[in-house]
């Protein structure tokens, strides 16, 4: 049976005045027309490669053209507009794919890039998704401390910024590294700190600890001044708490206090931080 989304060589079973019926064998009834623009050079008993989609009026159709984006994979595409019904992008063909508000986990824009896979709706008609979390590979080439870039394509108030390296491989910036002011789409640079067993990446958009820690001083200083030289709570509070007004966990908020403790910058008392002049 022919669907669309797939990619098939057909045999030329019929020449007609506005193209020729593909099919996969002479006399099969399951036909599909291949319009004249693109049949000029073909005749009967020609096998053509073509890929399947639905026209305007949601009939089947063939195309030569190559998609950039089939069935079970990921693509960067543009949009090229913006309607009541959702998102149009380009992906190569005549007739231009919709991205339905309800598979955008982000605004998206006339001329902007997204990140999406393909897949087939309820009434068979091919429609794109920014849910690619399914379809992304769990195979990639990197290792612990590697320094990867790559597209977020979804936020979780539970689990942080998910992100797509090099558009295609599964990986996670956890909440705990402070996800604040991370948005979809945005290209980030990282460094990967865990493979877990299934192959999927953690990651990391801060230094090593080590390094890290002089930059969250320098920033949690900002914030107390901020706060007219005092903060009202200690190095005890919450983790939301934490992550609320820092973007930070708790582990990286005790040690850029402590090393502004040890600086003598600041005092400690317990439910106060207070800048030392």
Known sequence: ??????????????????????????????????????????????????????????????????????????????????????????????KDLLLPFREQTGKVYPGEECLVALYQDKSSRLCATMRVYPYLKKNSPYHLNDEVSGRVYELSENFGAFVAVDDCYSGLIPKREGTSGIKVGDRVHARVSGVKEDGKLDLSIRDKAY???????????????????????????????????????????????????????????????????
């Open 1 to 94: 049976m022919l669907q669309a989304g797939e990619k098939r060589e057909l045999t030329v079973v019929k020449e007609t005045n506005f193209g020729v019926y593909l099919a996969e064998e002479e006399h099969s009834k399951d036909k599909v027309l291949l319009p004249k623009k693109e049949a000029e050079t073909i005749k009967c008993g020609d096998k053509v490669s073509v890929f399947l989609y639905l026209d305007s009026s949601d009939r089947l159709i063939a195309t030569r053209r190559e998609p950039v984006l089939t069935i079970g994979n990921t693509a960067v595409l543009k949009v090229k507009d913006v309607t009541k019904i959702g998102a149009f992008l380009d992906w190569g063909l005549e």
């Open 211 to 277: 390094l890290q820690m002089d930059e969250d001083a320098e920033f949690v200083m900002q914030v107390i001044e901020e706060f007219d030289g005092v903060l009202p709570f200690s190095d005890k509070a919450s983790p939301e708490v934490i992550q609320r007004e820092f973007g930070l966990s708790k582990a990286a908020f005790k040690r850029a206090v402590g090393r502004l403790l040890k600086q003598g910058r600041i005092e400690i008392t317990e439910n106060r931080i207070r800048k030392l002049k």
